[in-house]
Each structure stands twice: as structure tokens, then as C-alpha cells.
DNA sequence: TCAGTTGTTTATAT
DNA sequence: AATATAAACAACTG
């Protein structure tokens, strides 16, 4: 599930294991991550520096080193390995920081998202473009703000980026699903403690896919851990899920639970 | 062989 | 100006 949980983790981990860390070499197997900066450009810009604290937004990982920050989407199937040594290494993983100390790896099945170097946040903010506020620890108010000026599908407002950062595909209709709110329901014709169980969901969907990272998917009474099973039921109340495409991607919600009118 | 997959960008249409 | 849709990217799995 790459979605914001996953990056959040990579975060953590990183700075919990890694900050300080020196990059002696880094090691680009392939060249076809690395969105703006040749192999060579980046092993020579970076060999030296020191880690320090990460930052991210969104789906977006930016690793600061004392010069300048590695930037990092996983897309749909990446992410960071912090290895002890050489051993261990996968063939989908595409760019090797050796450290003073072990290596971090960056792993991309399917090769969407990439790598990019920035040598200031001007650069970052360039590379990121337009997001909307981070969906975790996203306030109320905030959402209420945001909400009062979209229009449209409900589930193609949460996934966009311009309006808010982290949420994908499985999120979003976790966040519905648990909300009430049928995904294709528009966003103007939400009354307003639909919009509230809309915000409650969210939350509660982001903040404990945060905190239990390694549990999901695959927590029980989560649609998460039911979708695209056959014949899988609402975890609720048992109905049937149905499935349909919003916003250009396949979509599981409660016909019960979640009414389109 | 075919359909499907957690994401984003681009082009096109509305 | 926003929003909707489809295709493309790419490499797998069932």
C-alpha cells in the first residue's frame, strides 16, 4: 500500500536507524529512476554527506543530507530497505546508498515514482508540485475549509494531491467505508454531518494505518482486508461489497452501508 | 493470453 | 477554471 503510511514509515525508520549516517557511494543499478539527475551527477553530489532529519508530505519522501536532499516517490510499488550490508539485495533494487554504517536502498518494482536531487527547497517544491495539506494530522476546521470549496466526486477530491497529500486508492475507500459515504457521491451535495463522519473516517483511517504500518492491509474489520476477495462482504454488516471505477480506479464500497442517494 | 495492480502525468473532453 | 476520462508509464501476478 504505497499511500502515505508506508512513506511515514520509511520516515520513521530512517530517522530513527540512518540519520547521521555518512553516504560513501552511491550505486545506481538502474538508471531508469533517476528523474533528473544522471548516476554519475548523483553519486559525486551526494558521496560525503550525512543524513539528517527526513521529511515528508504526501506520498513524498525528502531525504535531507548535510548538502542537498534525495527526493523520493515509491509509486505504486516502492520503497526503502535499510540493510546492515551487500546481503540481501533484491534485483528491483534500483539505487544503493552505502553508508559509514550498513545501506539504504531504494526498491521500485514497476519503476512508476522515482528519485530526484534537489539542492534547495525551492527545487523540492518544484519537483513536488502543487499539494494540499498533509492528510495526517489534517484538522477539522482545515477539512471543513477544503471541503466547502471542491466540487464532484467525493472519492476523486480525497486522491487528488492539489487537495489533499497522502490519500490513495485504498485509503480513500477505507476512509468512505468508514465515513458512510458512498464514493461517488459529490462533494457540494454532502450535508453536513456527512461531512463530519467524512473527516472522522480519514482520520481514524490515516492515524491507525500510521501507528500499525506492518498490520496493513490485512486488520481485521478493514475493508482493506476484505477487497477484491470473491464474493467479499462488508466486515459491518455483511452485504455483499459492490464494486464499481471512480476517478479511474476500481472502487469497493458497502451498498448497505454506504447509499448513493 | 488476458486482466488486474497500492501512483502520477499528460492529453482531451466536458 | 475545475472536473472527468483514458492512456501511458512498467513489471510483475494469477
Redesign the pocket.
Known amino acids: 500500500?504505497?499511500?502515505l503510511p508506508?512513506v511515514e514509515h520509511a520516515r520513521r525508520v530512517l530517522a530513527e536507524r540512518a540519520v547521521g549516517r555518512r553516504i560513501e557511494l552511491t550505486v545506481t543499478t538502474?538508471p531508469?529512476v533517476l528523474r533528473n539527475a544522471p548516476a554519475e551527477t548523483l553519486d559525486r553530489t551526494l558521496r560525503g554527506h550525512r543524513l539528517i532529519e527526513p521529511e515528508r508530505h504526501?506520498?513524498?519522501l525528502i531525504v535531507w543530507t548535510s548538502g542537498p536532499a534525495i527526493v523520493i516517490?515509491?509509486?505504486?510499488?516502492g520503497g526503502l530497505i535499510l540493510g546492515e550490508g551487500p546481503q540481501g539485495r533484491h534485483?528491483?533494487d534500483r539505487v544503493i546508498f552505502e553508508l559509514d554504517q550498513g545501506e539504504l536502498r531504494y526498491r521500485?518494482?514497476?519503476?512508476?515514482?522515482g528519485l530526484w536531487l534537489a539542492l534547495d527547497r525551492q527545487e523540492i517544491t518544484g519537483?513536488?508540485?502543487p499539494l494540499g495539506p498533509d492528510a495526517l494530522g489534517l484538522g477539522r476546521r482545515q477539512f471543513r475549509e477544503l471541503v466547502a470549496?471542491?466540487?464532484?466526486?467525493v472519492k476523486?477530491?480525497l486522491?487528488?494531491?492539489?487537495?489533499l497529500?497522502?490519500?490513495?486508492?485504498?485509503?480513500?475507500d477505507e476512509a468512505l467505508w468508514r465515513g458512510r459515504i458512498h464514493p461517488a457521491r459529490?462533494?457540494?451535495e454532502l450535508a453536513a454531518p456527512e461531512r463530519e463522519r467524512l473527516f472522522d473516517g480519514l482520520r481514524t483511517v490515516v492515524r491507525t494505518s500510521v501507528e500499525r504500518f506492518d498490520d496493513v492491509?490485512g486488520m481485521r474489520g478493514w475493508l482493506m482486508n476484505v477487497?477484491?476477495l470473491p464474493g467479499a462482504a462488508c466486515p459491518r454488516c455483511h452485504t455483499v461489497l459492490g464494486?464499481t471505477?471512480?476517478?479511474?480506479?476500481?472502487t469497493y464500497f458497502c451498498p448497505r452501508c454506504q447509499p448513493e442517494r
Not at 149 to 153: A, E, F, I, Q
Open positions: 500500500m504505497p499511500e508506508d538502474d531508469g504526501g506520498k513524498w516517490h515509491f509509486g505504486m510499488t534485483r528491483h521500485n518494482m514497476r519503476k512508476l515514482g519537483i513536488l508540485g470549496r471542491r466540487r464532484g466526486w476523486a477530491a486522491m487528488d494531491q492539489r487537495f497529500a497522502g490519500v490513495g486508492n485504498l485509503l480513500a459529490r462533494m457540494e492491509p477487497r477484491g464494486r471505477v471512480v476517478g479511474g480506479r476500481t
